[in-house]
Structure formats: C-alpha cells, structure tokens
C-alpha cells in the first residue's frame, strides 16, 4: 500500500471568505500542500430545538449561494476545495483515509454546538494537531481582556473602556498558489442543492428588504454601494430604525454571520469612507454596533452554556406560561397587535426583520404572552437569514431580562407602531 500523503485542511465553518481570512493565510504560508473543507452536516439538518429546525429555508439557500462562491473565489486563487454532505467527522476520516492530516486550520469557537463538532472531529483524528483563529472577532481577546479583566454585564461599561483606546488588526492578505491537482483528485465534492438539505426550491418575496444573494462577491459589492457610491454611511444614524427597502440599514449582519464579510474588514472601510467624506455621528454608529455585535460574542465567552438557559446569565427565574397556541399565534401574526403581526409576517415571508420590528416581537413575546424566551430564540434560530448564536441569545436573553439589560424594560407596541410607522405604510405592507 502506497505511503499517505501528508497535508494540511483549511476547514471553512463560519469563515466563508478569502478576504481578511487567517486561517487561509497562516496554511497558504506552510511548507505542506493542502486541502480547503466544507461539510453540510446531515445531522445539524435533521437536528430539532423546541420543535424548530437549527436552519431554515432562507439561512440554508444564502449558505448554499456562499458556499459556491467560495469555491469559485478559491479557484481562482488556485486552492483546491471540496464541499461534502454528510456526518462531518465521518468525512474528516475519510479524507484521512486518502491522507495523513498534519493540522487542521480552523475558526476558534466556544459556544455549544461548534464545541461539540470540533470535538467530534478530534475524537476520529487524535493525532492532528490544530490551528484556530479568532476571525469571527473584530476585537482580538489579548485586546480586550488588556482594557477590562471580565466582560462586564452593560454594554456601556464594555464600549467605553474598549473605545478609549481601540485597536483593531490590520486585515490579512491571501495570495494566490500553484494548483495541486492530486489532491482533489482522490476526494470528490459532492453536488449540493436544497432538496438534498431538506427544503424546497423557493422564490424570494418580492417586498423582502433584504432580496439579496450569500457571498463574498455580494456583499463587497454591497458594501461599496452603501458606503462609497450612495454614500448612505454618512446618514446611517437617521435612518437605522427604518422599516422597508435596501438602504435603511448596512444589511452587512447575514454576511457577517456566515464569515463571508470581516467585521475588520468593515471597521477599515469605515475609516477610509471617514478620510473620504469625513466623519459624523452615522460613521461612528456603524462602529457602534459592531461593537454590539462584539459585546455579544464577548458575553458568550465568559458565560458559555449559560446563554441557552432560561435564567440566562443573571440566574434570575423566569416565570412562563407554556401555550403552544399562543406560540403559533404570534409565529403566524394572529397577536392582538397590528404592529406585532406585520413584523411577525415579514420574517416568516422572508427570513428578515428590521432591528426596530425584533426588539418589539421579542419584548411582546417574552413581556406580554409570556412565554419561554427561548422558544423564541428557537425560532429565530430557524428563520432568520443572519442568525449569529451570540447576537440571536445575547438579544433574546436582554429582552427577556435575564441578559445584559438591568432595566428589564417592555416594548409598547402601539406607541412604537406610532412612532415608527405613523403613516400605516409598513404595516400596510405586511397584512395584506
């Protein structure tokens, strides 16, 4: 029997992008060739939470289209890349059955679920070593824990001692290599489409505001249009708390989540649209809430399992009622509030929601019906195209008053209906 080859894997999760990607950099710059990775994983498919899917129709057709865009960017930079469907660490030793697998190059994780696969994969590959990067963050961990020794429970504690002195690293520059043709060769890809992972095909709604496809290609054409050719940054504040169409908001939050754009990669863009256009209360915003974004995933770390548990990360109890009607009722925009209702229309249809309409369905959800909060979490876990595990519980458990919000406060939602659709026209959109 002829002697495996040795390689490295570059094993692409939520990292799906070749711009600003170290894990990319650091395996393109060893000695060994190597193989780029992403598998659907038929268990996370099938897996159900309170009876909701962990992924629905939109989030997996955005992650399907990022994923064959991947794989065009990497040809292009001539890396070989296969995508499988299957159980993730069966096929990780199925490849090591072709190779010896030296490291595997990952993004560093820590919450539930991620944790729990990586192990996996570990258990049938216990000799490979590992080499995990923090892309997911735009704030590296050495600078954060220098400027606070915990992640404190206020956003605004967390925000004011990062800001002071913010540092964020310079993004990372893949290159282009020699192609391999012998590795791709031994292990095929597989040909993935929707029906393979479960779902029908499905035409986008025509009202969506957020119509747009997965990909890095995408979303940095998307990020030049909105920054540097509309120049809609620099009125960002104003109309953040908009309700329809593309520009009321970045939408960068779908890309973000599947790493198919950098957070780094916004944060200097910013800047070079600042010493452009120069600076103002909407430049510093957007930084804003990537510091948010940040926070959350800061949360997550110290807390770990917590933010899954209905006494989130105060332990505070939580008093419910468990009525699947009530459940099925604001899923189906059957509340008593118009307001409510049209939002809750509008993420079944499409698989988005503004900002405005999530803090009111989740505040009426937990506040008002009283239900578990994380069957809401569930189901947005399911429908929405940017769900991010640390921005979905962070928020649900803030709203819920067992998260990072000491003021425990409830969303009216006919005073918000006022003051953000006055004139009927969102609402009128959405109860057709």
């Not at 729990?116 to 216990?126: D, G």
């Not at 509309?230 to 009321?248: A, F, V």
């Amino acid at each position: 029997m002829p002697e495996k080859q040795n390689i490295n894997i570059i094993w692409f999760t939520n990292n799906l992008r070749i711009k600003d990607n170290e894990s990319l950099v650091k395996i393109q710059q060893e000695n060994l060739p190597f193989l780029a990775v992403y598998v659907f994983d038929s268990d996370f498919y099938q897996e159900r939470q309170f009876g909701f899917r962990k992924i629905g129709k939109f989030r997996t057709q955005f992650l399907l289209e990022t994923v064959l865009d991947l794989e065009k960017n990497l040809e292009q930079i001539g890396v070989p890349f296969i995508k499988k469907f299957g159980k993730t660490a069966e096929i990780f030793q199925e490849i090591g059955e072709h190779f010896e697998i030296e490291t595997i190059f990952c993004q560093e994780e820590w919450t539930r679920d991620e944790i729990r696969l990586q192990k996996k994969v570990e258990t049938f590959l216990p000799t490979t070593g590992w080499s995990k990067s923090y892309s997911q963050l735009m704030l590296l961990p050495d600078f954060v824990f220098h400027q606070i020794e915990k992640t404190p429970i206020q956003f605004t504690t967390f925000r004011q001692k990062i800001e002071k002195h913010i540092t964020v690293r310079e993004e990372f520059n893949s290159f282009k290599i020699e192609k391999n043709p012998n590795i791709e060769s031994k292990i095929k890809s597989d040909e993935i489409h929707l029906k393979l992972l479960g779902f029908e095909d499905f035409e986008k709604h025509p009202s969506s505001a957020f119509p747009f496809s997965g990909g890095e290609t995408e979303v940095l054409k998307r990020l030049n249009a909105y920054f540097f050719e509309h120049q809609n940054l620099g009125t960002y504040k104003e109309t953040r708390n908009g309700m329809i169409g593309l520009d009321y908001s970045s939408k960068f939050s779908a890309w973000l989540a599947n790493g198919s754009l950098s957070p780094v990669s916004v944060y200097h863009e910013i800047k070079k649209y600042e010493a452009e256009f120069g600076s103002n209360d909407s430049t510093y915003w957007l930084v804003f809430e990537l510091l948010w974004r940040e926070f959350f995933k800061y949360v997550s770390m110290q807390h770990r399992d917590e933010i899954f548990q209905i006494r989130g990360i105060l332990g505070k109890t939580y008093h419910y009622d468990a009525d699947e009607n009530i459940v099925q009722r604001w899923i189906h925009g059957k509340t008593d509030s118009d307001f409510i209702n049209a939002n809750m229309n509008e993420i079944r249809e499409t698989g988005f929601m503004s900002n405005r309409g999530r803090q009111n369905v989740a505040s009426y959800f937990c506040k008002i019906l009283n239900q578990d909060w994380r069957i809401g979490a569930a189901y947005f876990e399911e429908t929405l195209i940017d769900y991010d595990v640390h921005s979905n519980y962070g928020n649900w458990m803030y709203v819920a008053g067992v998260g990072n919000d000491p003021r425990n406060r409830t969303f009216n939602p006919e005073k918000q209906a006022e003051q953000y659709d006055n004139d009927f026209q969102y609402r009128n959109l959405w109860l057709q």
